[in-house]
């Protein structure tokens, strides 16, 4: 038995369980044997996102006697009725070329069945990376022999076959040491709901090949419920008009409803996940607002042994969790708690080292802040401090040090102001004007900050471009008005630097659609537009990439030559940032080692990094440090 979860190489790409899902879009015969109709359903398929786009090859005189095609009257009434469609829709051999070489120009991958020697000849002059099996032709051994010598995979549709037919071909297949994938599939056009007996795709599962689902029945709903079922190839007949003369037009989907099927597959994809359990960024700051902490119900002296009215339950959850209440109870206090303090994860350990090791650090490494705990986090004397404002920040009396602090000050700029998020891509004149405006004045106050810190001064920016219900179509727009915005201000001095986003980030409590400042080409393309550097937060950056299934590693070379300034955290899926080092998916001996050459500074952008003293930010520096990169 082969592995519980087996992949297939399919045209240079790892196809199976957990695994993005390879849809093909099936033109068959769907042309009516005109070339300008073959290509427009190309078109149609590229167009909705498909993998591929697949078409069907006969060589009717090697299919049936010559007495059944000069006189199908002597058949059974179906092939009478079948016959003059085949007839019609056959497409010369340079046709057939004709199509590849427009999948080719298209970049959409040209697939076809064979459904016969004759015609394999023909499309093994194509290049086809694997071919489809039809499903009359999954038992015949004479036509897979000749597949099998190709030495490419298969897949292999099981309509009209009993199990008994399907266990011989697949021991058919094992024997000649096949790669081959199966498609569950119900052979009528269309098919009725009540016949489609997805469940059995879980019979198919136990022959220890990849899965999938032909779907033949109307509607876009049943191939999304094969893929949760653990479907990993899905194939769907497309048309132009469902109601042109032909047998698969009416099982067959138009753009919209091809468009449709393949953006909930994705979706469907996404939403289930892995069997993992990871929080989104807005689960953890719900978590941190709407949950509650064990506070003092008064103030209680260092020595105190906590008794159960000495405690209560408030909110937000920043401090010790409810759930902890019995280990707090009977507990000697080693420091002095005030009315409605939070007790801390601090006040049940014996000891906690807040050491950060920063002796091993060779780069500018700082801290995250906030007005309200800049005393706190400079106490820890990191090389500079990133303060994040919100808008009402901007107006914040700061009151100056004796002298100035060692550190070097980072500004990140605000993200939302009043109901609104701050966005220089917006096309809103009024909205993009505000956004300017409360970023000029985050500038001025970032400068007039300065002479109190040590260095130049840093504004990390936000641009925007983010959108509710699904993705613009004019990022080249949007990026043109980001730009303008930022040519519209005054630095003053200050580096002022756009920060890489996460592809789907949540913002009042929903998450929206990212659609600029998520691609490397972007962030490169803008910086030399504008003449500056870049913050690279890394975990957006993985995020992105898990998203679009590319290289963390090519993500980051590319943007290097542009960073200055570089947010640090782990990340998982396709939304879960800010994670603690080593809790998510980034290969950071790989990564870091990018950056040896390179000369930048960096903070851990730890989600609640800053709870408990700052112990996240603390032991994501420590962490990091034994890499002796940063």
């Not at 001025?444 to 993705?471: C, I, N, W, Y």
């Amino acid at each position: 038995m082969r592995d519980q979860r087996p992949t297939i190489l399919l045209d240079n790409r790892l196809v199976g369980e957990g695994h993005p899902v390879y849809i093909i879009a099936e033109a068959g015969v769907n042309h009516n044997g005109s070339l300008p109709m073959a290509l427009k359903l190309v078109d149609m398929a590229k167009a909705a996102g498909a993998d591929a786009v697949k078409f069907q090859k006969r060589n009717l005189e090697s299919l049936y006697p010559k007495h059944l095609l000069d006189n199908p009257n002597s058949a059974e009434w179906a092939f009478q009725y079948m016959l003059p469609i085949l007839k019609q829709g056959e497409l010369s051999a340079d046709e057939f070329r004709t199509i590849a070489d427009y999948c080719r120009r298209k970049e959409i991958r040209f697939l076809c069945t064979p459904w016969d020697g004759k015609s394999l000849e023909l499309l093994e002059e194509l290049d086809l990376p694997f071919y489809k099996v039809s499903s009359a032709d999954l038992v015949n051994f004479p036509l897979l022999e000749s597949l099998v010598a190709t030495g490419k995979p298969l897949i292999l549709s099981t309509g009209m076959a009993a199990l008994h037919e399907m266990r011989r071909t697949v021991d058919f297949l094992e024997a000649r040491e096949v790669e081959f994938a199966m498609l569950h599939c119900i052979s009528t056009y269309p098919a009725p709901f009540e016949n489609l007996n997805l469940r059995f795709i879980n019979v198919l599962k136990q022959f220890g090949v990849p899965v999938g689902y032909s779907s033949h029945e109307r509607g876009i709903t049943m191939p999304v419920v094969a893929v949760t079922l653990g479907a990993s190839i899905i194939e769907k007949h497309i048309t132009l008009d469902r109601t042109l003369p032909g047998p698969d037009h009416a099982a067959s989907l138009e753009e919209a409803g091809i468009t449709k099927m393949i953006r909930d597959i994705r979706n469907t994809e996404v939403a289930l996940g892995t069997e993992e359990k990871f929080l989104s960024a807005m689960e953890i700051l719900n978590r941190q607002v709407l949950r509650k902490s064990l506070v003092a119900n008064r103030c209680l002296e260092a020595g105190t042994v906590v008794q159960r009215e000495m405690v209560g339950v408030k909110g937000p959850g920043k401090g010790l969790s409810p759930q902890r209440i019995d280990d707090l109870i009977g507990l000697k206090l080693r420091r002095r708690i005030c009315t409605d303090e939070y007790f801390t994860e601090e006040d049940l350990t014996i000891s906690q080292s807040q050491t950060i090791r920063s002796g091993q650090l060779s780069r500018p490494w700082g801290l995250k802040a906030r007005f309200h705990d800049l005393a706190e986090i400079l106490e820890k004397k990191p090389r500079l401090v990133e303060l994040h404002f919100s808008e009402s920040d901007v107006e914040h009396t700061f009151a100056p040090p004796n002298r100035p602090h060692k550190q070097q000050l980072f500004v990140h700029a605000p993200e939302f102001m009043d109901s609104q998020l701050l966005d220089l891509c917006t096309a809103d004149d009024e909205h993009w004007e505000r956004s300017i405006e409360l970023l000029q004045r985050t500038i001025d106050k970032a400068v007039a900050l300065q002479p109190h810190f040590t260095g130049p001064v840093g504004v990390v920016v936000h641009v925007g471009g983010m959108s509710m219900d699904e993705d613009s179509s004019d990022r080249s727009g949007l990026l043109h008005r980001a730009a303008d915005a930022i040519k519209r201000l005054d630095t003053k001095g200050a580096l002022i630097m756009p920060e890489n986003l996460p592809p789907r980030p949540w913002y009042f409590g929903g998450q929206w659609h990212q659609n600029v400042f998520i691609r490397p080409e972007e962030m490169v393309e803008f910086c030399q537009e504008v003449g500056g550097g870049m913050a690279l937060d890394l975990s957006h950056a993985q995020l992105y990439c898990t998203y679009a299934q590319r290289s963390l590693h090519e993500y980051v070379t590319r943007c290097l030559p542009y960073v200055k300034h570089l947010h640090v955290a782990d990340a998982a899926g396709i939304d879960g940032e800010g994670m603690q080092i080593g809790e998510g998916v980034i290969d950071w001996d790989h990564i870091l080692t990018l950056f040896a050459q390179s000369d930048f500074t960096w903070v851990p952008e730890i989600w609640s990094g800053h709870l408990y003293n700052g112990a996240g930010f603390v032991r994501a520096i420590n962490e990091l440090s034994q890499y002796g990169v940063l």
